[in-house]
């Protein structure tokens, strides 16, 4: 099974590149993925965040079905915002308060090479758009104030070199 990367491993701040295969590998990378998302007590995981640079995210949220997005594309937002605090398996230990928009339509494949479009609200639109950024090499601080992001970058500094 694979590790999530961390900040600071540069490959989180590179652009995924669209899938072109459609087999039985995809399906088992994806089952990989929700394994993780167990492991670790995620809602969410970009294959950046295991090192690989292919437009894959999954999420798995509370009442709500596990789901694949592969080469997504987010085509409407609302313009109605709303704050909460987000966290990043790529940045333990980590949480602030992100604004993003409240709604959005994606359209994405699945692991069959089927496309597909969803419109999402709330907590699943939220995730969307997080795991979504891992795509493009942006990360949940990256939306931040500089000032907001340069203590909580110090922040998880100081937590990480506790710890070695």
């Known amino acids: 099974m694979s590790r999530i990367i961390t900040l600071g491993n540069e490959l989180l701040k590179n652009q995924s590149e669209i899938v072109t295969e459609f087999d039985k590998k995809i399906g ?46 987010i085509i409407e937002t609302s313009l109605e915002q709303d704050v909460y605090e987000e966290g990043c398996l790529s940045i333990p230990g980590i949480n602030a308060d992100v604004t993003r928009p409240s709604y959005v339509k994606i359209q994405a494949w699945n692991t069959r090479g089927r496309p597909f479009t969803l419109q999402a609200e709330g907590l699943l639109a939220r995730v969307i758009q997080h795991e979504f950024d891992h795509l493009k090499g942006c990360l949940f601080i990256d939306r931040l ?20």
Do not use: C, W
Not at 145 to 164: A, I, S, T
């Open 28 to 73: 088992e990378y994806t089952e990989n993925m929700f394994g993780l998302l167990v492991r670790y007590n995620g809602i969410g995981l970009a294959s950046v965040q295991i090192g690989d640079l292919i437009q894959v995210f999954v999420v798995s949220i509370p009442k709500d079905k596990p789901r694949v997005f592969i080469n997504p594309e």
């Open 145 to 164: 104030h500089p000032d907001k992001k340069e203590r909580l970058l110090n922040l998880y500094n100081k937590k990480n070199q506790k710890g070695k």
